[in-house]
C-alpha cells in the first residue's frame, strides 16, 4: 500500500503510528514535496488483519519476541506454559544488578543514572523500579517473559536506565502493548 | 479523466517496512531451518488415518536410531503430540533467542498448541478485538505456524517431522511456509475412500516439486490374537493402488494394533511399550527408507534441495521387503 500526493507526484512517506488502544490505529504519511499529511484509520478488523501477519506499520521499535504472534494473540493461554527462568526475578536480563524482591525493586549497578534519552546507545543494565515491578507482576505469566524483555529492549533503544510505571505507559503507548 | 501513476510505476517505498519485516520473518525461518538436517512433513489430507500416532512413533523410532528429532504439531486446531509423546502440560522455555521445547518420550522435544492452551477442551480462539475473526484466523494460523518453526530454540536436528493436519489446503499453506521441503511422507489407509484423497494430496505435493515423497500405509491389515492371523480391516487395497498408479513407493505398512492408541493415549507410544514388535518394525522400515533418502543426497535439508529426482518406484523400497508377513 502506498499512497500518492497527486498535487505533487510524489510518495507520501510514514511518520507516526497511533494506537489509542480500542483496536483502531492511526497512520500518519506525509508528502516530501509539499508537507501535507494524512491519516490512514484502521478498523480493529483491519488492524487485526495487518497484527496477524506479524508486522507493524512504519517498522518496529523493538525486535520481534519469540512466538510474540501466538502468545499476544491466543485467547485462553495456559498460565504456566512458560518457565520462571526469565520471568520476573530474571538476573539474566539485570545485567550486573540483583534480582529482589518486588517490593525493592531490581538493581542495576552503582553508577549514577543518566538522564532520559542522554545516552541513546545505552547498553548497560536496565533498572526496574518496584513499582514497576509490581506492575510487570501483574501481567499474565503467559506472556509476562516476552513483555519484560520489550520493555527492557525499549529502555535500551531510547537510552533509559530505569524502568518505571510512567515510561512504561509512554512504550505501552509507543509500541501498541495495550493490555501489558 | 486524470491519469496518476499506479502503484508499479512508483517504486519509492513508504518507509511502512511492512515488506521488509515480513522479509525479515523468512530469513529468521531459513536461520532456523539451516541448524535442521531435514525437515520432514507428515500429511495426508485425509483425517483420521492416525498421521499424530506416526509422527510420534517415527520420532520415537528416529529417536532411538540415534537421531537428533524434533515434532512439531501444525495441527492447531486439533493438537495431540504433547499427549501422544507424554507431555501434554510441559513447560517452554522462555528465552530471548527462541523458546525451549519440552522433551517428551525418548527425549523427542515437541511444540504443540496443546502445550499454550488453558483449558484442555478449548478450541482455539484468537483475541478478537473487533469481529469478522473469518477474514485473519486462517492467517493468524499461519503465523502461528511460521512462529512454531521459526521461534523454537529447536537447535542442531536430523530430523524435524512436521504434523500437517487433514485438508489439502493445510499442505498448501504449509508449503508456503517451506518452499523447499525435501521430505513428504503422505499417511494412508488400505481403504479407497483414503486412496482417493490423498491421491489429491500427492498431486500437490508432486506440483510443488518435493524431490522425496513416499507413503506411510497404516492400519494395513489386523492379527487376530485368537488365531494370530492376519486380516484386512479395510476391503480393497487403496494404498498399494495409489502406489502404482501415483508411482510412488510405500515406505511402511503399518497394522491395525488397538494398543497403538492406548500407548499414546498415555504418552508411551507403541514403539516404545514393544520395541521387537510388528508395528516397531514397520516403524523401523519407514526410518530406514527416510535415512535412505538422506544418504543418497535426494535430500539435504530444508531449503537446500540438492536432487531434483524422484525416489524409487512404485511399491515396497527394498529396506521393507520381508519385514510384514
Known amino acids: ?180 | 479523466m486524470r491519469k496518476f501513476r499506479t502503484y508499479h510505476d512508483v517504486d519509492k517505498s513508504t518507509g511502512s517496512q511492512l515488506l521488509e519485516q515480513v522479509l525479515d520473518q523468512r530469513s529468521r525461518l531459513a536461520e532456523r531451518l539451516a541448524g535442521i538436517g531435514q525437515v520432514v512433513a507428515v500429511a495426508s489430507g485425509k483425517g483420521g488415518v492416525g498421521k499424530s500416532a506416526v509422527t510420534a512413533n517415527l520420532a520415537v523410532t528416529l529417536s532411538a536410531m540415534g537421531r537428533r528429532v524434533g515434532v512439531v504439531d501444525a495441527d492447531l486446531n486439533g493438537p495431540s503430540l504433547a499427549r501422544m509423546l507424554g507431555v501434554p502440560r510441559g513447560v517452554l522455555v522462555d528465552r530471548a533467542d527462541g523458546v525451549v521445547p519440552p522433551k517428551g518420550a525418548a527425549g523427542v522435544p515437541v511444540i504443540s498448541m496443546e502445550l499454550l492452551q488453558e483449558a484442555e477442551d478449548a478450541p482455539l480462539r484468537w483475541q478478537d478485538p473487533g469481529g469478522d475473526t473469518f477474514i485473519w484466523q486462517s492467517t493468524m494460523e499461519t503465523n502461528a505456524l511460521r512462529e512454531f518453526l521459526a521461534d523454537v530454540a529447536w537447535g542442531e536436528l536430523d530430523y524435524l517431522l512436521v504434523d500437517i493436519p487433514p485438508g489439502t489446503d493445510k499442505i498448501g499453506r504449509f508449503l508456503e511456509l517451506v518452499p523447499a521441503l525435501p521430505v513428504a511422507l503422505l499417511v494412508t489407509t488400505p481403504s479407497e475412500l483414503s486412496r482417493a484423497v490423498v491421491a489429491r494430496s500427492l498431486r500437490m505435493v508432486r506440483e510443488a516439486g518435493i524431490p522425496s515423497v513416499a507413503l506411510v500405509a497404516n492400519m494395513s491389515g489386523y492379527r487376530c490374537p485368537g488365531c494370530g492371523e492376519r486380516h484386512p480391516i479395510f476391503p480393497g487395497d487403496g494404498a498399494r493402488r495409489l502406489s502404482e498408479e501415483g508411482s510412488v513407493p510405500i515406505w511402511g505398512e503399518i497394522p491395525f494394533d488397538p494398543r497403538i492408541s492406548e500407548d499414546t493415549d498415555r504418552g508411551r507410544p507403541r514403539v516404545l511399550e514393544d520395541p521387537e514388535g510388528e508395528v516397531a518394525q514397520g516403524f523401523r522400515q519407514v526410518a530406514l527408507h527416510l535415512e535412505e533418502a538422506a544418504g543418497e543426497g535426494k535430500v539435504s535439508g530444508a531449503g537446500k534441495v540438492s536432487g531434483a529426482g524422484q525416489v524409487s518406484g512404485p511399491g515396497k523400497a527394498s529396506p521393507h521387503e520381508g519385514s510384514q508377513p
Request: aromatic share 6%; proline share 8%; with cysteine.
Open chain 1, 1 to 180: 500500500m502506498k499512497f500518492l500526493c497527486i498535487s505533487c507526484d510524489e510518495v507520501m512517506a510514514f511518520a507516526e503510528r497511533q494506537i489509542p488502544g480500542d483496536g483502531t490505529m492511526a497512520a500518519v504519511f506525509q508528502c516530501p514535496g509539499c508537507d501535507r499529511e494524512m491519516a490512514m484509520l484502521t478498523n480493529p478488523m483491519e488492524t487485526q488483519l495487518v497484527s496477524s501477519l506479524g508486522v507493524k506499520v512504519g517498522g518496529r521499535e523493538v525486535p520481534a519476541q519469540p512466538m510474540e504472534g501466538v502468545r499476544g494473540g491466543l485467547a485462553g493461554g495456559r498460565d504456566s506454559a512458560f518457565s520462571e527462568e526469565e520471568d520476573v526475578g530474571g538476573a539474566d536480563t539485570v545485567p550486573g544488578g540483583v534480582a529482589s524482591s518486588s517490593s525493592q525493586g531490581w538493581e542495576g549497578d552503582a553508577e549514577p543514572e543518566p538522564e532520559w534519552g542522554e545516552n541513546p546507545r545505552y547498553t548497560g543494565p536496565v533498572h526496574w523500579s518496584p513499582e514497576a515491578v509490581d506492575r510487570l507482576q501483574r501481567v499474565p505469566r503467559f506472556v509476562r517473559g516476552m513483555v519484560k524483555r520489550i520493555y527492557t529492549d525499549y529502555a535500551r533503544e531510547k537510552g533509559i536506565p530505569t524502568l518505571t510505571p510512567e515510561i512504561m505507559d509512554v512504550a505501552r503507548a509507543e509500541l501498541g502493548l495495550e493490555g501489558m
